[in-house]
């Protein structure tokens, strides 16, 4: 089946240095999307991306979507102690009813 | 305010003793979908429903059942639980699912001994 890879699956930085992570596949998607779960609680999302190229930004956050629609990845600039948490990229095969496809994930560490 | 119920939030239970996980959203969303999260795997789709009366196995559905009698609701169903089935369980929902993203429940967590 379709399969996600998505990395790093996890990351230690410093409060305030800028992260990143991506998400490619060797299948292409029409939608890609990308969700936080902060512990104990359900994912939450953080940003859609629609169109081949897309890059939108949400506060810290920016994601792209990648011009050969196989990959994304999403940055979180200054990063400060609430953002600890997973962070999910998400796929949709098509425009029309289909299940979404989860990467495993990267979990986010800041050290004070 | 719009949001995905899930209840219990912890259960703890022994093998072979049957089990429902109720879930309710209030959006009218026509799609629902339940997920297993385990270290290292992520989320993976075990049911979903595109509508009422309309159910599909996602990655991982064996020893699971689900039902969609009401648009708002969608139990997950163990007959017969096994420790294989400990796991932290998600249920979401969308508008359709075309490019609508999921809203997902606070999540249950499921210990079977």
């Known amino acids: 089946g379709q399969q996600l890879n998505q990395s790093p699956q996890s990351m230690f930085i410093q409060e305030g240095e800028d992260v990143s992570m991506n998400c490619t596949s060797s299948s292409i998607f029409n939608t890609w999307l990308w969700y936080k779960q902060d512990p104990g609680e359900g994912p939450v999302l953080l940003i859609a991306l629609y169109k081949a190229g897309e890059l939108t930004s949400n506060g810290r956050l920016t994601a792209q979507f990648g011009i050969t629609r196989k990959d994304s990845f999403l940055n979180i600039s200054a990063s400060i102690p609430s953002d600890v948490g997973i962070y999910f990229c998400?796929?949709?095969?098509?425009?029309?009813?289909?299940?979404?496809?989860f990467g495993k994930g990267t979990r986010l560490h800041i050290l004070p | 305010e719009a949001q995905v119920t899930q209840n219990p939030r912890y259960l703890i239970t022994v093998t072979g003793k049957k089990l429902t996980v109720t879930c309710s959203q209030n959006m009218n969303h026509e799609y629902m979908s339940w997920y297993r999260q385990d270290p290292g795997l992520g989320l993976r789709q075990i049911y979903y429903s595109m509508n009422v009366e309309v159910t599909d196995k996602g990655d991982v559905p064996e020893g699971y059942k689900v039902s969609r009698k009401e648009k708002r609701n969608f139990p997950l169903i163990l007959e017969s639980p096994s420790p294989n089935q400990t796991s932290l369980y998600f249920c979401?929902?969308?508008?359709?699912?075309?490019?609508?993203?999921?809203?997902f429940g606070n999540g249950t967590r499921l210990t079977v001994t």
């Open positions: 979401a929902s969308a508008h359709g699912t075309g490019s609508s993203p999921l809203h």
């Open positions: 998400a796929g949709q095969l098509t425009n029309r009813d289909d299940k979404i496809i």
